[in-house]
């Protein structure tokens, strides 16, 4: 790891191919032997996951996860009125997952000053390795539901007749 001027560190060239090449994996997965047919700012807010997660920048990755996960469920539909999400999704993806990085996602973007941080630079250097790997679950969770549609069709609003 190189030393960036405020302490941080930046990955090597090998610590970052081998995480690309595990998003690449987690990618294949959520794709499985179906083609991917994205929209231009999901894609590029993949893309920008794909170089945190490469980065090591763990609770950027877990922010745009969760970001790309919203926007795909907000195309398909959910929240929809009478509906319970969890019931709703359930079939598809594993809920409570969602719904546990949801929470910490909520804990660290919605502090106020006066709370306790959930994350703080003494838990990025001591604790990193918690983090990382809801980053892990952040990114699977979220390719996941960024292809929900090409696996589920019928979750496909585009593809719905209008009236």
């Not at 502090?111 to 983090?131: C, G, K, L, N």
Request: charge should be negative.
């Amino acid at each position: 790891m190189q030393l960036i001027e405020d302490g941080s560190s930046y990955p090597n060239e090998y610590t970052w191919d081998y995480r690309q090449e595990k998003f690449r994996r987690f990618e294949g997965v959520a794709l499985g032997d179906h083609t991917q047919a994205s929209h231009p700012q999901k894609e590029a807010l993949l893309r920008e996951m794909e170089q945190t997660f490469c980065a090591g920048a763990w609770i950027a990755t877990i922010f745009l996860a969760w970001s790309i996960i919203d926007i795909q469920l907000s195309y398909i539909g959910y929240p929809r009125k009478g509906t319970n999400r969890a019931d709703a999704l359930s079939k598809y993806i594993n809920f409570d997952a969602l719904e546990e990085l949801r929470i910490f996602r909520n804990a660290v973007l919605h502090r106020s000053p006066e709370q306790t941080p959930v994350v703080d630079e003494w838990e990025m250097i001591f604790a990193s390795e918690a983090i990382r790997e809801k980053a892990i679950l952040a990114v699977s969770l979220a390719l996941r539901v960024a292809f929900i549609c090409t696996k589920y069709p019928e979750l496909d609003k585009a593809r719905e007749p209008s009236d």
